[in-house]
């Protein structure tokens, strides 16, 4: 079992719709990125957070450290959202990041 | 500022070359870091560094090797290359926050192919 796992694998949307990709973690630690991949592009960061929730625009990124959980939201989905978003954890114990797989988003005029 | 700067983007190797992959940022950020990134995987680590002439192994260190002889390079050197290696291979640098990486910056990626 991953780490990290990330859910959906892959998610459509049509535009304006609200969004919302999970993140769960097995591991103790200290951060979690939010991170975005556009298709053949670079990796952009999004959201660093270690507890409660930050808002960008229309992004808003959560996380519950109890439960070992993030959630990014997006709202009023638009086509330049389509990309693959990344969930990574610094784990406690060897202060290295560990990555899910990603969550492809695709969203339709 | 320029941010992460990583070349070449493209590079076609045959089995047993070596090649140098750059990186240099212009944030004196003390941590940099190379990944590999392949189909269904998440990003691994393969070397990092936490400031200049400190360097260590990540989780796939093996084939490559780095150096930080300052603080804004940090090249990866593939010494025998072999179609395992084919990957994209991305270079990330952040400040650190204290026990953690703070925000991650990352270059454009470079796309080797190994045949």
């Known amino acids: 079992k991953n780490e990290v796992e990330q859910s959906p694998q892959n998610l459509t949307a049509q535009e304006g719709e609200f969004i919302t990709i999970n993140c769960s973690y097995s591991?103790?630690?200290?951060?979690l990125h939010w991170l975005q991949q556009h298709p053949g592009g670079g990796i952009v960061s999004l959201f660093m957070l270690s507890s409660g929730k930050k808002k960008h625009g229309r992004l808003i990124a959560t996380i519950n450290i109890q439960e070992k959980h993030s959630s990014l939201h997006i709202t009023a989905s638009h086509p330049r959202d389509s990309a693959v978003y990344i969930c990574?954890?610094?784990?406690?114990?060897?202060?290295?990041?560990?990555f899910g797989t990603g969550t492809r988003l695709q969203v339709f005029p | 500022n320029a941010g992460v700067t990583q070349t070449p983007k493209f590079q076609v190797l045959k089995t047993g070359q070596s090649m140098t992959l750059q990186c240099a940022q212009d944030?004196?950020?003390?941590?940099m870091s190379w990944y590999r990134q392949d189909p269904g995987m998440g990003l691994r680590l393969i070397h990092y560094?936490?400031?200049?002439?400190?360097?260590d192994q990540g989780e796939v260190p093996n084939g490559y090797n780095v150096s930080r002889s300052t603080t804004e390079d940090f090249p990866l050197r593939l010494l025998s290359a072999a179609p395992s290696q084919t990957s994209v291979y991305f270079c990330a640098s952040s400040y650190l926050a204290g026990d953690y990486t703070g925000e991650l910056f990352f270059g454009e990626g470079s796309r080797l192919t190994v045949l």
């Open positions: 944030m004196n950020h003390e941590y």
């Open positions: 591991v103790g630690i200290s951060a």
């Open positions: 990574a954890v610094v784990s406690y114990n060897t202060d290295k990041l560990i």
């Open positions: 560094s936490v400031g200049a002439g400190i360097t």
